[in-house]
């Protein structure tokens, strides 16, 4: 069974559009995230959250949300879509917020037109 | 804030051994992680260390200096698949969120 799981792997749209990433953990831990992974291969923390608080990166534009109807999904709304926006989206989690290892989901490349 | 700084490439020969340094200055610290991550696909977790000193894994080994803000990630016997992305994080203190490098891209060549 796959730990991190996340759909879809290919997101292809126009600009302005709205979009969201679903993303499921089956690990039983407390803690999720969202990076942002751009062309160069910097990969950036967005968000990470847990059942008790939303920490979120200073820079992530307010059109990213992310949203968590449970423990154990954590998914990403982002409106208005921009060419900047493109980029490889990793979901992860942690037992705990710190100094946990993270799992990493596959990806989801997202490519703005 | 955070800087992390780590090469951004690497060749080295199968067989033989090689180092990927990181250096850090962050406004707090917990420990340090490294990833390794494969082309097109997810980072997956290598080490993580807390105290200074080194803690070896199997071909793997990651040792850190918290007064020189210092890290390194050393591998044996290097094998063709070892060809990934290496990535330096920082868990710093009171953030509860990691800072990434940018990552080293190592590539072994017969």
């Known amino acids: 069974d796959t730990a991190v799981s996340q759909t879809p792997k290919y997101l292809v749209t126009q600009m302005g559009n709205d979009k969201s990433i679903k993303c499921e953990q089956n690990?039983?831990?407390?803690?999720m995230y969202w990076y942002k992974q751009d062309s160069k291969k910097f990969l950036k923390i967005m968000f990470s959250?847990?059942?008790?608080?939303?920490?979120i990166n200073e820079t992530v534009p307010n059109r990213f949300s992310p949203k968590s109807p449970d423990k154990a999904h954590l998914n990403l709304h982002i409106n208005s879509l921009e060419l900047g926006d493109s980029a490889v989206y990793f979901c992860?989690?942690?037992?705990?917020?710190?100094?946990?290892?993270?799992?990493f989901g596959p990806g989801t490349r997202l490519t703005v037109l | 804030g955070q800087n992390i700084d780590q090469p951004t490439e690497m060749t080295a020969t199968e067989g033989a051994i090689v180092q990927i340094n990181c250096t850090y200055q962050?406004?707090?610290?917990?420990?340090l992680f490294w990833y390794q991550q494969h082309a097109g696909e997810a980072p997956t977790f290598l080490s993580y260390?807390?105290?200074?000193g080194l803690e070896e894994k199997g071909r793997f080994s990651s040792f850190l200096s918290r007064s020189k803000g210092y890290s390194y990630l050393l591998l044996k016997e290097l094998q063709m698949k070892d060809s990934a992305s290496y990535l330096c994080?920082?868990?710093?203190?009171?953030?509860?969120?990691?800072?990434f490098g940018k990552g080293t891209k190592l590539s072994v060549i017969p």
């Open positions: 992860a989690s942690s037992q705990d917020l710190g100094e946990n290892e993270q799992f």
């Open positions: 260390n807390v105290l200074d």
């Open positions: 994080a920082v868990d710093g203190a009171g953030s509860y969120q990691l800072t």
């Open positions: 962050t406004s707090g610290f917990n420990g």
């Open positions: 959250y847990n059942n008790k608080e939303l920490i």
């Open positions: 690990l039983g831990h407390d803690t």
